[in-house]
């Protein structure tokens, strides 16, 4: 089985430092940070998003548990200064020229800007598999990653759990030195 392709936390650095725009920073920070579908991303619209009482409404594809949820204020920030620099006024969040954003201009851009940061191999995917090894990284266990990507079923979300062993190796060090563990000599 191959593991999903993902960000390190400095690739994923390296990415946003090369978004040109406010729109741009703040689609793919909702991309990263919710673990969406591009799809997804394509959805979300201003009635979606209360800045003031920070929450964002997901819409989930594949039959994957949508609902309301805490908006990160460090994205609500980005959405903001989206919002204040925006022409078109339709109702989707996301729009370029012609309208809402598609599914295909958002992968050619993540494509463009990857490029730019000298990240190889990647779709705009892996932000939504990036966001799952880094929560675990983080030390959320995987019921709260299931939940944050909005799948039914935890063994869908097992799979990142396989790419954290190095940081699985390096806890366990951590706690085998650790004053609160008792040493049986």
């Known amino acids: 089985m191959q ?15 090369v978004l040109p725009s406010s ?18 991303a394509t959805m979300i619209s201003l009635e979606d998003i209360d800045l003031k009482n920070h929450r964002i409404k997901i819409h989930r594809l594949k039959n994957g548990l949508g609902g309301e949820k805490p908006l990160w204020k460090h994205t ?15 109702n989707y969040l996301f729009t370029g020229r012609e309208g809402p954003l598609k599914k295909r201009q958002i992968q050619n851009l ?25 929560l675990l990284e983080a030390g959320r266990g995987i019921e709260y990653v299931a939940d944050h990507l909005g799948h039914r079923n935890i063994q869908n979300t097992r799979i990142y759990a396989q790419i ?7 806890i366990f060090k951590e706690l085998e030195h650790n004053p609160k563990i008792v040493k049986l000599i």
């Open 76 to 90: 609500a920030k980005l959405i903001r200064a989206y919002l204040r620099a925006r022409i078109n006024a339709t």
């Open 3 to 17: 593991l999903p392709k993902y960000l390190t936390q400095d690739e994923l650095k390296r990415f946003f430092s």
């Open 110 to 134: 993540f494509n463009e800007y990857a490029g730019k940061a000298n990240i190889k191999g990647r779709s705009v995917h892996c932000l939504r598999h990036s966001i799952a090894v880094h």
């Open 164 to 170: 954290t062993n190095p940081f699985r190796e390096q």
């Open 23 to 40: 729109r741009d920073k703040a689609l793919f920070a909702l991309i990263y940070h919710y673990g969406l579908r591009v799809e997804e």
